[in-house]
């Protein structure tokens, strides 16, 4: 199976901040991956697929991009909302997440 | 709108099985590719497994921590998933989520695009 390694795995930020997060696939994956965001107790939502694909309803302050092996998330003008836990998951073959990076204040 | 509402999670003991259910509305299940997906308490998010529609063979792949082990079926007629557990193991406990896989723009299966709340298992003596 396709390892997925994200960093970092926490994320301290302000409000108001850029963040990146970075996910590595142990193989080329070609752009099929997606991005979530997780709150405690709560399901995850899809923000981010094919890469760079903005999930309906999703807000422009993020975006995605990479293919092959590195993919980045990023989140501009950090919101108070937006604090959270974010996955990269590959759909390339089978389905595989990253470790998740853990996104506070 | 979409709905998934798992049911039939619990307290087993390490060797017995239990069966989940997903309930699905708003959608076209039968057409449907579904996946789940679990969550150990404090940890990541784990892939389950995957069933594909009828359309498109009905078959179901696993990962490797529970291929064997798990089974994945669906009833089209009652838009319905479920998920047979066996030979449970205490890392088998977690919360289990039902979710839909989206199509992408090139056509590929493997967004999960819409999640249901979960349903606990827990795995214990």
């Known amino acids: 199976d396709i390892q997925m390694t994200q960093s970092p795995s926490t994320l301290s930020a302000s409000i108001g901040d850029t963040v990146t997060i970075t996910c590595r696939a142990g193989?080329?994956?070609?752009?099929?991956l997606a991005w979530y965001q997780q709150k405690p107790g709560k399901a995850p939502k899809l923000l981010i697929y094919?890469?760079?694909s903005l999930q309906s309803g999703v807000p422009p302050r993020f975006s995605g991009s990479g293919s092959g092996t590195e993919f980045t998330l990023t989140i501009n003008s950090l919101q108070p909302d937006d604090f959270a836990t974010y996955y990269c998951?590959?759909?390339?073959?089978?389905?595989?997440f990253g470790q998740g990076t853990k996104l506070e204040i | 709108e979409v709905q998934l509402v798992e049911s039939g999670g619990g307290l087993v003991k390490p060797g017995e099985s239990l069966r989940v259910s997903c309930a699905a509305s708003?959608?076209?299940?039968?057409?449907?590719?579904m996946s789940w997906v679990r969550q150990a308490p404090g940890k990541g998010l784990e892939w389950v497994g995957r069933?594909?529609?009828?359309?498109?063979?009905?078959?179901?792949d696993y990962a490797p921590p529970v291929q064997g082990r798990f089974a994945i079926s669906r009833d089209d007629a009652e838009n319905t998933l479920y998920l047979q557990m066996s030979s449970l193991k205490t890392e088998d406990t977690a919360v289990y989520f039902c979710?839909?896989?989206?199509?992408?723009?090139?056509?590929?299966?493997?967004?999960?695009?819409?999640w249901g709340q979960g349903t606990l298992v827990t795995v214990s003596s």
């Open positions: 979710v839909t896989e989206g199509l992408d723009s090139r056509g590929w299966y493997g967004k999960f695009d819409h």
């Open positions: 708003g959608f076209t299940f039968t057409n449907a590719w």
């Open positions: 069933i594909k529609s009828k359309v498109n063979g009905g078959t179901a």
């Open positions: 193989q080329s994956i070609s752009s099929w």
């Open positions: 094919q890469a760079s």
């Open positions: 998951q590959q759909y390339y073959s089978y389905r595989t």
